[in-house]
């Protein structure tokens, strides 16, 4: 079965800092690769996604993600943050490998944190 | 604004009682996916929904069912409710299948007491 694991429930991090939020995961063929950022009160935003081709991906809001399969992990990065990113972001894989649907499968989501 | 619409937002209901969730996708999406979220399971898929047809189904329970309307809108019942079906339930569409990018409604939150 597939699987997502973001090993840090919460990262606190100061406004201007960078950022690596880490996602790792488990998937029987080459996975599609999501980051999905919610903000409170708020449904889930696409912030980038890996489909196939350059492993190196950009996406919305000043977001890269890099796929790295030899290590099974698919990490969120941004070389300054701003105190409007903080949330909660997602990483998924997909498709959706239980009786051929074609969802997402989500890991439990980081919290950001951001210090003025 | 995702395009993808959710009814109602909030709800607060009695344990046994039974609700209906209801999600209008995006225009032009044929695809619908629920999911609910909670702070001890996280985001899990129930069950999806392609151009009127159940596609597959996840973690969702007996109690749970959904359909999906000729004009694409979907709606989600819950029954007998419980205490522990408390969460936020999220709609979903996408423009085909094997595309695996979701756009998101707002959510309804559910709470039973």
């Known amino acids: 079965a597939q699987s997502v694991t973001q090993p840090d429930i919460h990262i606190t991090v100061s406004e201007g800092a960078s950022l690596e939020l880490r996602c790792n995961y488990s998937?029987?063929?080459?996975?599609?690769l999501f980051w999905y950022v919610q903000s409170p009160g708020q449904g889930l935003q696409l912030l980038l996604k890996?489909?196939?081709?350059?492993?190196l991906v950009q996406g919305i809001k000043g977001f890269e993600a890099e796929f790295k399969r030899s290590q099974s992990s698919f990490n969120l990065r941004k070389p300054s943050v701003h105190w409007s990113d903080a949330a909660e972001y997602f990483c998924?894989?997909?498709?959706?490998?239980?009786?051929?649907?074609?969802?997402?499968?989500f890991g439990k989501g980081t919290h950001l944190i951001i210090q003025p | 604004d995702s395009g993808v619409t959710q009814t109602p937002k909030h709800l607060i209901t009695a344990t046994g009682q039974r609700v209906t969730l209801r999600c209008s996708p995006r225009?032009?999406?044929?695809?619908v996916y629920w999911y609910q979220q909670s702070l001890d399971q996280g985001l899990q898929f129930l069950i999806q929904?392609?151009?009127?047809?159940?596609?597959a189904k996840g973690n969702i329970l007996e109690r749970f069912s959904a359909q999906q309307f000729p004009d694409l809108h979907s709606e989600l019942n819950l029954s007998s409710l419980e205490l522990g079906d408390s969460a936020l339930y999220f709609c979903?569409?996408?423009?085909?299948?094997?595309?695996?990018?979701?756009?998101f409604g707002e959510g309804s939150r559910l709470t039973v007491l």
């Open positions: 929904y392609y151009n009127g047809e159940e596609r």
């Open positions: 979903a569409s996408s423009v085909e299948l094997l595309n695996g990018e979701l756009f």
């Open positions: 225009s032009g999406d044929l695809s």
């Open positions: 998937y029987g063929a080459t996975p599609y």
């Open positions: 998924a894989v997909g498709p959706y490998s239980g009786g051929g649907a074609d969802g997402l499968t």
């Open positions: 890996y489909f196939s081709g350059d492993t």
